[in-house]
């Protein structure tokens, strides 16, 4: 059966990046058709009440992990802190992934929200996870990011086979 997979909206190519444009990829349009998946678009920035176009924002210390704990804060380039819309978006795109059934998701690198293994500290790109990769990750979702189609083409390549043996096992039971 097809199965649902949680996408960053702007690797489906919605225009919600801070600037008004998109990061629409053929590579991931063309994995979700081979494999048959059901994309479900969160933009975690627009979740949390941001607009769109938003000034650009960036971690003033810390990373998502940091700011879940109260440790880290997030500022748009007028200074303004953003760290409560990004929280709150966070918690609307878990809960979208409860919602659809996602275990697993595809976010796009580098964005205080949705990077997975890097992230904005000012102007530096530095280790880290955006804010709801972090949630996400805190709740078992797997996170892959743009840069690793193929890790989570296997990955889901092997989740589609447990799920079989798992259900020929139920059955035989
Ligand atoms: Fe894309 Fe995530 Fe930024 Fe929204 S918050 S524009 S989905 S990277």
């Known amino acids: 059966a097809p ?4 996408v960053s909206a702007c690797l489906l190519g919605l ?16 994995l979700l058709q081979q494999l048959a998946l059901i994309p479900v678009p969160i933009c975690p920035e627009q979740l949390g009440g941001l607009a769109t176009p938003r000034l650009p924002c960036c971690f003033t210390a810390g990373d998502g992990e940091a700011l879940l704990r109260g440790e880290a ?8 802190d953003r760290s409560a819309a990004f929280v709150h978006g966070a918690h609307q ?10 275990r697993c998701a595809l976010l796009k690198e580098r964005s205080p929200s949705c ?6 500290l000012g102007q530096e790109c530095s280790a880290g996870r955006g ?20 890790a989570l083409r296997q ?19």
């Open 15 to 30: 225009t919600t990046r801070y600037d008004g444009a998109s990061k629409g990829s053929l590579s991931v349009q063309a």
């Open 93 to 102: 795109a878990l809960e979208i992934a409860r919602l659809a059934g996602c």
């Open 131 to 150: 804010v709801t990769a972090a949630l996400l990750a805190q709740q078992g979702v797997a996170l892959f990011s743009e840069d690793e189609l193929p």
């Open 115 to 120: 990077g997975s293994h890097q992230v904005y």
């Open 3 to 6: 199965r649902p997979l949680l």
């Open 155 to 173: 990955h889901l390549l092997a989740s589609s086979s447990q799920n079989t043996e798992s259900r020929q096992k139920f059955l035989a039971t």
């Open 73 to 80: 804060r997030l500022c748009d380039s007028g200074g303004i």
